[in-house]
Each structure stands twice: as C-alpha cells, then as structure tokens.
C-alpha cells in the first residue's frame, strides 16, 4: 500500500528507535496499524498471505518507536520478490505498507525509518528494491540520495459509450443513437483485432502447472529484468489472493501455452494486470482484445493497464486502442555492485506492470 503524506510543520519526538520485527511477536500490532494507518482491508489473512505465505519468502518489517514514550510510531516492509535478468536471479523486495503516526508526520523520522528499510537492500539480504512511491515518498528517497528511475504510465481504453455520452449530450434519446453508434464502432474494431493471432484463447479455471514455469523459462529473456513468474508465483499472487478476484485467460496453439493476460474488475472498471508470453505481437494482441471483449460484454466502460514508459508492449496496446494518461514515478535501486555484474539493470531493460506490485 502506498505510504501516506510526509508532513514538516510537527516537531518530531526527541529520540527514534528503529528495531526489525518479529513477524509473529509483532503481529497483532502491525495487523492494528495497518488498519488505521493504511487500510480498512488490514486483517489476518491479508497478513498472512502477504508477510508470510510468499513463495518467495517471508516479509521483512521495520518498526519505528518513540523512545522518550515507547509508541509505535511508524513501520515498513520489504516483500521479497525473485527477478530474472538474463541467465541470473536475483532476491528483490518490494518497499511496502510505509506508514508513520500522525502526530510524528515529519520528513526526520521517515527518512530515518526509510534508510532502516533500504539498509536490507545490500546485495546480501536483498539485491535490489522496487517501489511504486507516491509524490510524498519521492522527497523521502530524495533526502537519502534514491531517485525514481523510471515513470509507470497508465494506458486506457473506451469499451462503452454510454456514460460519456451522456454527460456530454443533454437530449436522452440523442445520446442514446450516439452511445449504440459508437459501442458498435469499437466492438467491430476490436473484432477485427482479433481476427489474427493463430491461437485458442480460453479461461484458465484451474491453478498454474508447470507449463507456466516452462513458458517462463523459454522467454524470460525477452523481458530483461521481470518478476519470476513461476506457477507457484503465479498461483499465490492471482489465485489465493486476499481479497481480489483475478481472471486469467491463456493463448494456446495445439496444446501449448503461449502466454496469458491476467485481469482485474474493480469500482465498475477493468484493469489488465500482467501480460507475458512469446515474443508474438498477434497472441498478445488478441490477449488484450479477448479481455476488452469479455468486459465490454458485462458492461464495462473502460480498461486500463499501468506499463513502464519503454515498455515495448506498449505498442501492442496503442494498436488495441489504448491511450496513455497520467504517470507515476517508479524507483528501482540496486548496489552499484550488483548493478556492474547485470548490465541490464543499469540499462534499465526493466518489465514491470500492475501485478508485479504488493497488495
């Protein structure tokens, strides 16, 4: 979850301990805080399923205390993430639940607890870390000398008309003619999308097997540096997921898995969340078309999906319709180390979208 804003007009507390937590002495604190800082979807199973059923490993946390009073005021985590670049795989984390208590909202006590965070990432603990900052967080990693490396730009895509229509056209029935024109015009477009790509495309009802790991391995090279998607990966982020109910459909051709979009409804919109497959600009595309048909079909407006600004699929999305829109600042920060033996880190030949982000 995104860390909340950094305030500097309160007067920090005289002395700010930092201790790493016990993932189960502290659980019932951190599960609190979460809930009060963070998010109203802060219980057990999100706790569980994110700081301890990882399949890449437990979480790390970061607590910070008053020591003058012995509250909590603030903690941050790093969720471990395994990332393939080229022939090599590396342990990453991403930076989470970043929170500090209100009454101690100054840039001191998180720039204190951040370098706690960011100390982890030492090519011993972690290789590297990734995170998706808002702007507030952006000046904390500035003070401790990380700059965003990349803009994660969200791409978006009409799929009905029908509200736009109205809010721009006052006669009813007008509006109506206008709406059913141009939902007819952008079903018959993506229908014609879709009529390449020599694959099945269906829904995968059943958990990943090994044919993802395989597929993986096969192409992983294409994407420089990734998330590992194994199927166990694969299956714990999407599948057994707290709270959100993902959609995966696949592209096969005489049985063999090609690649996969995975995909998300939520407040009445739809979200593309990972899109991975062979190096086939036609199974993509009909990927992304197969999703935009199946919600514009339950009524959905609009599809987005969040990619890297040099992101090559991005290509794929401009011929389905999307458009781009706002941008975040994305940071990616490895020792300089680490960075000399991967080339392509510091090439930054990164593949990242929605999905490879913590919940």
């Given at each position: 979850?995104?860390?909340?804003?950094?305030?500097?007009?309160?007067?920090?507390?005289?002395?700010?301990?930092?201790?790493?937590?016990?993932?189960?002495?502290?659980?019932?604190?951190?599960?609190?805080?979460?809930?009060?800082?963070?998010?109203?979807?802060?219980?057990?199973?999100?706790?569980?399923?994110?700081?301890?059923?990882?399949?890449?490993?437990?979480?790390?946390?970061?607590?910070?205390?008053?020591?003058?009073?012995?509250?909590?005021?603030?903690?941050?985590?790093?969720?471990?993430?395994?990332?393939?670049?080229?022939?090599?795989?590396?342990?990453?984390?991403?930076m989470a639940d970043f929170w500090i208590d209100p009454q101690f909202r100054t840039l001191g006590p998180a720039i204190q607890l951040?370098?706690?965070?960011?100390?982890?990432?030492?090519?011993?603990?972690?290789?590297?870390?990734?995170?998706?900052?808002?702007?507030?967080?952006?000046?904390?990693?500035?003070?401790?000398g990380v700059l965003p490396a990349a803009d994660l730009v969200r791409w978006a895509k009409p799929l009905r008309l029908d509200a736009?229509?109205?809010?721009?056209?006052?006669?009813?029935?007008?509006?109506?003619?206008?709406?059913?024109?141009?939902?007819?015009?952008?079903?018959?477009?993506?229908r014609n999308l879709a009529a390449g790509g020599n694959c099945d495309i269906s829904l995968q009802t059943d958990a990943c097997g090994?044919?993802?790991?395989?597929?993986?391995?096969?192409?992983?090279?294409?994407?420089?540096?990734?998330?590992?998607?194994?199927?166990?990966?694969?299956?714990?982020?999407?599948?057994?997921?707290?709270?959100?109910?993902?959609?995966?459909?696949?592209?096969?051709?005489?049985?063999?898995?090609?690649?996969?979009?995975?995909?998300?409804?939520?407040?009445?919109?739809?979200?593309?969340?990972?899109?991975?497959?062979?190096?086939?600009?036609?199974?993509?595309?009909?990927?992304?078309?197969?999703?935009?048909?199946?919600?514009?079909?339950?009524?959905?407006?609009?599809?987005?999906?969040?990619?890297?600004?040099?992101?090559?699929?991005?290509?794929?999305?401009?011929?389905?319709?999307?458009?781009?829109?706002?941008?975040?600042?994305?940071?990616?920060?490895?020792?300089?180390?680490?960075?000399?033996?991967?080339?392509?880190?510091?090439?930054?030949?990164?593949?990242?979208?929605?999905?490879?982000?913590?919940?």
């Open positions: 979850m995104p860390a909340q804003g950094m305030e500097t007009t309160k007067r920090a507390p005289s002395k700010i301990l930092i201790r790493e937590a016990d993932l189960q002495a502290d659980r019932g604190v951190l599960v609190d805080a979460f809930y009060r800082h963070l998010t109203p979807l802060s219980d057990d199973r999100r706790y569980d399923w994110l700081y301890l059923e990882n399949p890449d490993g437990p979480a790390r946390v970061w607590i910070a205390y008053d020591a003058d009073g012995g509250k909590i005021i603030g903690s941050g985590s790093a969720i471990p993430r395994r990332i393939t670049v080229g022939d090599s795989e590396l342990l990453a984390c991403i951040q370098r706690a965070c960011m100390a982890s990432v030492d090519g011993k603990s972690y290789d590297l870390c990734i995170d998706f900052p808002k702007n507030s967080m952006v000046a904390v990693y500035r003070r401790i736009w229509m109205r809010q721009r056209v006052k006669v009813s029935a007008l509006a109506s003619c206008l709406s059913a024109a141009g939902n007819l015009i952008l079903k018959l477009r993506d090994e044919e993802f790991t395989r597929l993986f391995r096969s192409v992983s090279k294409l994407y420089g540096a990734c998330i590992t998607r194994s199927a166990d990966y694969l299956n714990w982020r999407y599948r057994t997921h707290f709270h959100q109910q993902y959609s995966m459909i696949v592209a096969r051709r005489r049985g063999v898995l090609l690649g996969y979009a995975v995909y998300l409804e939520e407040q009445g919109l739809g979200q593309i969340v990972d899109l991975f497959g062979v190096d086939e600009a036609e199974t993509l595309q009909k990927l992304v078309v197969s999703v935009a048909t199946t919600l514009r079909e339950r009524g959905i407006p609009l599809l987005s999906t969040p990619l890297l600004a040099a992101d090559s699929h991005k290509a794929i999305f401009k011929r389905c319709g999307f458009h781009a829109r706002e941008s975040v600042p994305v940071v990616l920060h490895a020792p300089q180390g680490i960075v000399s033996s991967h080339p392509l880190l510091g090439a930054q030949k990164w593949f990242l979208m929605q999905g490879d982000r913590e919940s």
